[in-house]
């Protein structure tokens, strides 16, 4: 990963030590400082001091069913994907919303706008992991609390 392409408050793991073969990841941490190669991590707001790890060991959260269903109790579930629809300014109609489908074990977003009621613009978007998910709701003015669940 790149520090670009994170940001203060996203979600991530990183890699502790190899293993036969197989990487052992941290639990899942928070984002709270970003420097040109190293972050630095917590993953509880009453911890000490957070710890800081080179950006190479940084590893990205895989958007899951189970991290849907933790997360998103008022998104809709319907096959298949998940979609949230919600309101801008003072419309009380829906005229945004965010569209995420699960293919292949990967999840593909699409945000969407009413223009007008003629047009409509949706933009597809990659978010295959935790992070790039967090951006995508903060681009859509979202600040729902993103929570991991401790049996990744």
């Not at 293993?19 to 709270?32: K, N, Q, T, W």
């Not at 001091?49 to 069913?65: A, F, G, N, S």
């Not at 074990?105 to 706008?113: E, G, L, R, T, V």
Request: with cysteine.
């Amino acid at each position: 990963m790149k520090t670009s392409e994170l940001c203060i408050g996203d979600w991530v793991q990183a890699h502790l030590v190899t293993i036969e073969g197989e990487e052992r990841l941290s639990p899942p941490m928070y984002i709270v400082a970003i420097s040109e190669d190293w972050v630095q991590t917590r993953v509880d707001p009453e911890q000490g001091d957070p710890d800081e790890y080179d950006i190479e060991d940084i590893r990205p959260i895989r958007i899951t069913e189970a991290f849907m269903q933790f997360n998103f109790s008022g998104w809709e579930k319907g096959e298949p994907g998940w979609w949230y629809c919600f309101s801008t300014g003072d419309s009380t109609c829906q005229d945004e919303g965010i569209y995420i489908l699960f293919k292949n074990d990967a999840a593909i977003s699409c945000y969407w706008n009413d223009v007008t009621f003629e047009s409509q613009r949706h933009v597809d978007i990659r978010t295959r992991f935790v992070h790039e998910l967090q951006h995508l709701l903060r681009f859509a003015g979202i600040e729902d609390e993103i929570k991991i669940p401790r049996s990744l």
